[in-house]
């Protein structure tokens, strides 16, 4: 019988090693570099069109992102810490779970 592929743990039963996400990230980030690099650096964007709704004109005036670069290289995560979250009032039994990364 075939072991079943599992998440490999370090020392913590809540963190979780991310090498698989690297390796997604590793093999999608060119593409998201251009993505995104296209959505920032058009200036009628709903990227921009946020940017100028949110930042006040005296401060943004006419400026715009020309050239947008995120690196050749993706980022890499860490570890995953993955734990229950608190309770907010008003949602009592509706408790999720919060994700914290490390780069």
Same mark, same amino acid.
């Given at each position: 019988?075939? +072991?079943?592929?599992?998440? +490999?743990v370090?020392?913590d039963? $809540?963190?979780? @090693?991310?090498?698989?996400? *690297?390796?997604v &990230?590793?093999?999608?980030? +060119?593409?998201?570099?251009?993505? %995104? #690099?296209?959505?920032?650096e058009?200036?009628?964007?709903? &990227? *921009?069109?946020?940017?100028? !709704?949110?930042?006040?004109?005296?401060?943004? #005036?006419g400026?715009h &992102?020309?050239r &947008?670069?995120? $690196?050749?290289e993706? /980022?890499t995560? @860490? =570890? %995953? @810490?993955?734990? @229950? !979250? /608190?309770?907010?009032? #008003?949602?009592?039994?509706m408790? #999720? %779970?919060?994700?914290? =990364? $490390?780069?």
């Amino acid at each position: 019988e075939t +072991p079943k592929a599992r998440c +490999p743990v370090r020392s913590d039963p $809540g963190r979780h @090693d991310l090498q698989w996400v *690297n390796k997604v &990230f590793q093999r999608l980030w +060119p593409k998201l570099v251009n993505l %995104i #690099g296209v959505h920032v650096e058009y200036p009628d964007s709903p &990227f *921009n069109k946020k940017l100028r !709704a949110r930042v006040p004109q005296a401060l943004l #005036g006419g400026m715009h &992102f020309s050239r &947008f670069l995120l $690196g050749q290289e993706s /980022p890499t995560f @860490d =570890l %995953i @810490d993955i734990s @229950d !979250a /608190p309770e907010h009032h #008003g949602q009592e039994g509706m408790q #999720g %779970i919060e994700l914290h =990364l $490390g780069f």
